[in-house]
């Protein structure tokens, strides 16, 4: 489970929880500008724009989670079980496997306008990075300042649809939740108002009652819901600190502590979110917060150098004593 947001105020932010049941030692990975990007199929990148993300690097290559590169195109992969769909090699397509997909297109993209371009011919290779990394099943969100896009590898082709609401969840695909969320057409951040008598006399006893209905649970459609919800009407911030600050509290609606959500049944595992990140598009600086360390820190995407670097995340807990 994760959740994939973006949204912009006076700058363009690009930001997702990580949510997995286990850790693999996740980094915050920077490919500068032309470092050497090397596919299975595809030509190699060797003049590349620079970009930024989350990732399991595996013999020096960063499996990217989410990226946003220097022109402010993010990308965000969440977990697809069951529907995404990858295909062998297909004559006169771009066939990118999935684990390359995010370096890939952040490298010669700037725009959702141009990533929808290369996607026209683009097909998921079903060929895994090593024999021991199975293929993670994944959909995308790509966005920019101005529009975002989801994109989907299914049994019967490759799905581009439009993202009014530039958020993104997991499971069922992303027809049904914008289908679902029409459901929630009378939530409102204002006072609730009676529609249910006009002969009797209902009056709101406190604030909050024009969101009621608004699902709490921890499955993908109520996240997308709410979280779509919280991203129309949240207040947001004047200046960068202050927006980050605020997307940070807007991620915490769909934040899943540790214990509350058990895949199997027979193993004390729960999946949980590891990390909260948000990129401010305009500064490059990448904010990120571990599961265990609620403090937020930050890299910056442009005044790495020349080489590949990769930052840990900090899991334990800085608390700042006050006395």
């Known amino acids: 489970m994760c959740t994939a947001v973006t949204y912009h105020t006076r700058s363009h932010y690009f930001g997702r929880t990580l949510d997995l049941e286990y850790a693999y030692d996740e980094r915050i990975a920077i490919t ?10 595809l030509p190699d990148l060797d003049h590349h724009y620079a970009m930024i993300g989350v990732a399991f690097v595996v013999d020096g290559y960063p499996l990217y989670y989410d990226g946003v590169n220097e022109k402010g195109l993010g990308v965000a992969g969440l977990n697809f079980p069951g529907n995404a769909d990858y295909k062998p090699r297909q004559a006169g397509k771009h066939n990118v496997c999935p684990y390359e997909f995010i370096p890939w297109l952040l490298g010669q993209c700037a725009t959702v306008q141009e990533a929808r371009k290369l996607l026209e011919r683009t097909s998921f ?3 895994p990075f090593r024999a021991d990394l199975p293929l993670a099943p994944l959909h995308w969100l790509i966005a920019d300042r101005d529009s975002a896009i989801t994109v989907e ?24 939740h914008m289908l679902y969320l029409e ?27 024009g969101a009621m209905g608004l699902p709490g649970d921890l499955s993908s459609p109520s996240r997308f819901v709410r979280i779509a919800f919280m991203k129309e009407y949240a207040v947001r911030g004047e200046n960068e600190v202050d927006g980050v600050s605020r997307m940070f ?16 049944p027979d193993y004390e595992v729960y999946e949980q979110t590891l990390c909260t990140s948000v990129l401010c598009a305009e500064s490059g600086l990448y904010y990120f917060a571990p599961a265990q360390n609620r403090r937020i820190s930050a890299v910056r995407l442009l005044e790495a ?12 807990q800085d608390i700042l004593y006050r006395n």
Do not use: W
Not at 32 to 41: D, Q
Not at 155 to 167: E, K, Q, S
Not at 186 to 203: E, K, M, V, Y
Not at 305 to 316: K, M, Y
């Open 125 to 127: 290779l079903n060929v």
């Open 153 to 176: 590898s299914m049994a019967g082709g490759l799905n581009i649809y439009d993202n009014p609401v530039g958020v993104l969840t997991n499971n069922p695909p992303f027809d049904f």
């Open 183 to 209: 459901n929630f057409i009378n939530l409102t951040r204002g006072p609730a108002t009676n529609r249910f008598c006009a002969s009797l006399t209902f009056q709101p006893y406190c604030n909050g009652m």
């Open 305 to 316: 150098g020349a080489e590949a670097r990769h930052f840990p995340l900090g899991d334990t």
């Open 32 to 41: 500068p500008r032309n470092y050497p990007l090397r596919f299975r199929e």
């Open 249 to 264: 509290r807007t991620f915490a609606m769909v934040d899943i502590p540790e214990g509350l959500a058990k895949g199997d």
